[in-house]
């Protein structure tokens, strides 16, 4: 049976680029976008082109740029910023206008002062407005999370009837449970006439760190879309990381789903985005922090170098990460000990083993990690007569 391929939005570029201190310039972010369209991501959000002249100018250059995937613009439900979406937009290949407004009753007492009639009678003017302008246009229902279902129906039934393509439902707030989020794509599924006109699209914050989980939870109840930033970043605790759920699909096949994406430029492009961002990913992250593929405890290394699949459940490879590494330390055993001299040019017997594993562990226990260069001391400060291969 072919697998359902689920969008890749990628929003490293907008709700990423909200990390306070992380701001890119524009030769930044075309070089950046230009890595996006070539991972093989469907849609790039660019930024919120009324918000300053720079994201216009950075909307613009993205849009004439960008050879393959949509490139999309945020606006709020507001004419202007729609207006200006569409002139930044114009010459995209495929442009899309993601507008939309706050539904939870919390956003609308608050913020809007409003009430549910009113939002849904702006939510629909705006995505009206819109499609004078491009034939795709998503429509948010910000703090969909905190939205009771009932109502958030109603409004996705309004949008549709007025032309919205994609309906993104954002956990804004990063609030959900994954039972929650993914039984509130259900209820959309099953409860909004036209919903088969239009894609489901999850967005979830990681305040709680179930972004991932929430997102993953959205598709197997039927969202077709994931919006996700390169390493997770965003606003707070982030966004849904982009690598998690592409491996995530992968990795489990029951789930019939898969995306575009070439997930062998994965770890490159986490670097990629680092760099420029001057945002460190933190070791253990997922799929590309440092640490992912390395071992460095005695019963997981002697099981990676038996048979790599013993500890490990993706190839890193297929995440372009070159190979697993075996990270030696005063928990690593005489395996580790044994392949790491073989890598550095020493064939050990069993017995000059055992006395260099002696004089290591002495070693060891007074350093966090044990490199290669310290390899070379160890077997010297051993005295073995040893065999030197090349
Ligand atoms: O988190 C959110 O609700 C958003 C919307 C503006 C799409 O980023
Ligand atoms: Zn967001």
């Keep these: 049976m072919s697998k359902d391929i689920v969008q890749i939005f990628d929003t490293t570029l907008r709700d990423g680029e909200q990390v306070p201190g992380c701001k890119l310039d524009m030769d930044q972010k075309l070089v950046i976008a230009e890595r996006l369209d070539l991972l093989g991501v ?160 999850c967005h979830c914050h990681n305040d709680l760190g179930l972004a991932t989980a929430n997102s993953i939870a959205g598709v197997m109840n039927g969202a077709r879309q994931i919006e996700c930033t390169i390493n997770g970043i965003g ?21 019939n789903l898969d995306t575009t994406i070439n997930s062998k430029l994965l770890y490159d492009t986490s670097k990629m985005v680092s760099n420029k961002m001057g945002m460190m990913v933190q070791p253990n992250k997922a799929i590309v922090g440092a640490n992912a593929f390395a071992h460095s405890s005695g019963i997981h290394q002697d099981g990676v170098i038996k048979n790599r699949e013993t500890y490990e459940i993706m190839d890193p490879s297929d995440v372009g990460v070159t190979e697993s590494s075996i990270v030696l330390t005063a928990r690593s055993g005489r395996a580790a000990l044994a392949y790491r001299a073989k890598i550095v040019g020493y064939e050990l017997t069993k017995t000059q083993l055992d006395t260099v594993y002696e004089e290591f562990l002495a070693y060891a226990d007074s350093k966090k990690e044990v490199k290669d260069e310290d390899i070379h001391q160890i077997v010297e400060t051993s005295k073995i007569d040893l065999q030197r291969i090349s």
Excluded at 152 to 168: D, M, Q
Excluded at 236 to 241: C, D, E, L, M, P
């Design 42 to 201: 469907n849609i790039i959000e660019a930024g919120f082109p009324v918000s300053s002249p720079g994201d216009f100018k950075s909307v613009e250059a993205i849009a004439k740029l960008v050879k393959n995937a949509t490139v999309c613009g945020l606006t709020r439900a507001v004419r202007k910023d729609i207006e200006v979406a569409a002139e930044a937009l114009k010459h995209a290949k495929t442009p899309r206008i993601h507008t939309g407004i706050g539904t939870s009753d919390s956003h609308i007492k608050y913020k809007f002062n409003s009430n549910r009639d009113a939002i849904i009678e702006r939510a629909v003017a705006a995505v009206s407005y819109a499609k004078t302008f491009v034939e795709d246009v998503e429509f948010y229902a910000e703090d969909a999370g905190r939205t009771d279902n009932e109502f958030l129906a109603r409004v996705c039934e309004a949008v549709i009837k007025a032309g919205a393509t994609v309906l993104n439902i954002p956990d804004t707030t990063g609030y959900c449970l994954p039972e929650e989020y993914g039984g509130k794509i259900k209820y959309l599924k099953e409860n909004v006439k036209g919903i088969e006109k239009a894609i489901l699209s």
């Design 235 to 255: 606003e707070r605790a982030g966004n849904t990381s982009l690598e998690e759920v592409v491996m995530i699909m992968r990795q489990h096949p029951d789930l």
